[in-house]
Nanobody
Framework: QVQVVESGGGLVQAGGSLRLTCTAS????????VGWFRQAPGNERAFVAA???????YYANSVKGRVTISRENTRNTVYLQMNSLKPEDTAVYSC????????????????????WGQGTQVTVSS
């Protein structure tokens, strides 16, 4: 079992950048697929990005080219670097992990993730 904790959220102006961090407890972190999801008020939780066991990355179309997901297994950490932020990126961002391989579709499916953090607020002002 693994526990994940997010950090790095905050208030930023449009066009700015933030780096979110997801830190996991437990061993064998390298075997987990890790994803980032976000939820804005009144909306469902939506996929943002994911990184698989083999370091394959997946991005939502809405963030592609502005967001980079990476992992540092020796630190049990996954990063989400977000650039050129827009007001519509405002949401609670949550990190999630699954102890499994995932397909291109599966990595984007929040229902397949077993372990979730509490989330971190990102607010982008115009």
């Amino acid at each position: 079992q693994v526990q994940v904790v997010e950090s790095g959220g905050g208030l930023v102006q449009a066009g700015g950048s933030l780096r979110l961090t997801c830190t996991a407890s437990g061993r064998s972190f390298s075997r987990y697929t890790v994803g980032w999801f976000r939820q804005a008020p009144g909306n469902e939780r939506a996929f943002v990005a994911a990184i698989s066991r083999s370091n394959t990355t997946y991005y939502a179309n809405s963030v592609k080219g502005r967001v980079t997901i990476s992992r540092e297994n020796t630190r049990n950490t996954v990063y989400l670097q977000m650039n050129s932020l827009k007001p519509e990126d405002t949401a609670v961002y949550s990190c999630a992990a699954m102890d499994a391989y995932c397909s291109t579709t599966g990595c984007r499916d929040r229902r397949l993730y077993n372990y979730w953090g509490q989330g971190t607020q990102v607010t982008v002002s115009s």
